[in-house]
């Protein structure tokens, strides 16, 4: 099960970091990765990070703004976003990935998602 938190109400230029807690004891045998879905629109990747965190990825969107990292020790990984936008606003869903034969930037590629958490950054 993930926990998906720390969300709210930001203005533009503000920061976040968001927090996503897994219950079990295989955290790490997952990839975890993080993805946003504005109204109207389909969910889309944010970042991902490997198992043991030595492997990183963004969407170009993001890149040089967010920081994801993991603690394994807490089955946690966070996501930290500076620099915020407006265009930035979504439900953020952190997502585990045992790993398959989708790309990591595809949906289909994990197997649990957490409940989502609310970023709203205003202008």
């Known amino acids: 099960q993930l926990q998906a938190y720390g969300g709210g109400l930001v203005q533009a230029g503000g920061s976040l970091r968001l927090s996503c807690a897994a219950s079990?004891?295989?955290?790490?045998?997952?990839?975890m990765g993080w993805f946003r879905q504005a109204p109207g629109k389909e969910r889309e990747f944010v970042a991902v990070?490997?198992?043991?965190?030595?492997?990183?990825y963004y969407a170009d969107s993001v890149n040089g703004r967010f920081t994801i990292s993991r603690d394994n020790a807490k089955n946690t990984v966070y996501l930290q976003m500076n620099s915020l936008k407006p265009e930035n606003t979504a439900v953020y869903y952190c997502?585990?990935?045992?790993?398959?034969?989708?790309?990591?930037?595809?949906?289909?590629?994990?197997?649990?998602w957490g409940q989502g958490t609310q970023v709203t950054v205003s202008s």
């Open positions: 079990g004891r295989t955290f790490s045998s997952y990839a």
């Open positions: 990070i490997s198992r043991s965190g030595s492997i990183i």
């Open positions: 997502a585990a990935d045992r790993g398959g034969s989708y790309s990591h930037t595809d949906t289909r590629e994990y197997d649990y």
